[in-house]
């Protein structure tokens, strides 16, 4: 069972900026494509980015495409979400989620992970 933990929420204010890490303690995540979701009150949890097991490819949504960048350091064991230019639509709770061997496709699925950590609130103020 893979453990996920995310850290580095927090409070920012609009245009701010917030690094969003996620590591595990017990297995490479080079196996696994990790990707990055949020879900806001009321709303359905939606796929950020995500960066491929094999070949680092990266994908992101369209709300967040140069603002957003999705990396990872294998020798930490850990995938980062580098945040940048945040606005209060921002807002959210975000997971990372882990899908062995993932290679990108329908990265923005929920049901494609197999791992999901336990969230970690992002607020933005205007």
């Known amino acids: 069972q893979l453990q996920l933990v995310e850290s580095g929420g927090g409070l920012v204010q609009s245009g701010g900026s917030l690094r969003l890490s996620c590591a595990t303690s017990q297995y490479s995540l080079d196996y696994y494509a990790i990707g990055w979701f949020r879900q806001a009150p009321g709303k359905e949890r939606e796929g950020v980015a995500c960066i491929s097991s094999r070949d680092d490819s990266t994908y992101y949504a369209d709300s967040v495409k140069g603002r957003f960048t999705i990396s990872r350091d294998n020798a930490k064991n850990t995938a980062y979400l580098q945040m940048n230019d945040l606005k209060p639509e921002d807002t959210a709770v975000y997971y990372c989620?882990?899908?062995?061997w993932g290679d990108g496709t329908l990265w923005d699925a929920p049901r494609e992970y197999d791992y999901w950590g336990q969230g970690t609130q992002v607020t933005v103020s205007s």
């Open positions: 989620a882990a899908d062995l």
